[in-house]
């Protein structure tokens, strides 16, 4: 079991950057594949990138390559996620969600934080 809390979120222009937290409690942190998703009122939740159990390896969906970084510190029981060159279209509630073996299918998500990117 494990608990998720994200912080960072907030109002941004486009062009800007943000940079999200995920804080993780209640189980071995370097147990997990870690993975941020987003999802607009209306609409699916959707994978934005995902991270190993050691940070060696991540994945991106194309719509944010090239400009948001997946980390991880597993001393800090904590992920990542810095995101550059910001536009209006990247506005959602981001969540942080945590696998045992798949990022893309995760079994354990945070409440939400909401990033807006104003034009």
């Known amino acids: 079991q494990v608990q998720l809390v994200e912080s960072g979120g907030g109002l941004v222009q486009a062009g800007g950057s943000l940079s999200l937290s995920c804080a993780a409690s209640?189980?071995?942190?370097?147990?997990?594949?870690m993975g941020w998703f987003r999802q607009v009122s209306g609409k699916e939740r959707e994978f934005v990138a995902g991270?190993?159990?050691?940070?060696?390896?991540?994945s991106y969906a194309a719509s944010v390559k090239g400009r948001f970084t997946i980390s991880r510190d597993n001393a800090k029981n904590t992920v990542y996620l810095q995101m550059n060159s910001l536009k209006p279209e990247d506005t959602a509630v981001y969540y942080c969600?945590?696998?045992?073996?798949?990022?893309?299918?995760?079994?354990?998500w945070g409440q939400g934080t909401q990033v807006t990117v104003s034009s």
């Open positions: 969600a945590a696998d045992r073996y798949r990022w893309n299918r995760p079994n354990y």
């Open positions: 209640g189980g071995t942190f370097s147990s997990y594949v």
């Open positions: 991270i190993n159990w050691s940070g060696s390896s991540t």
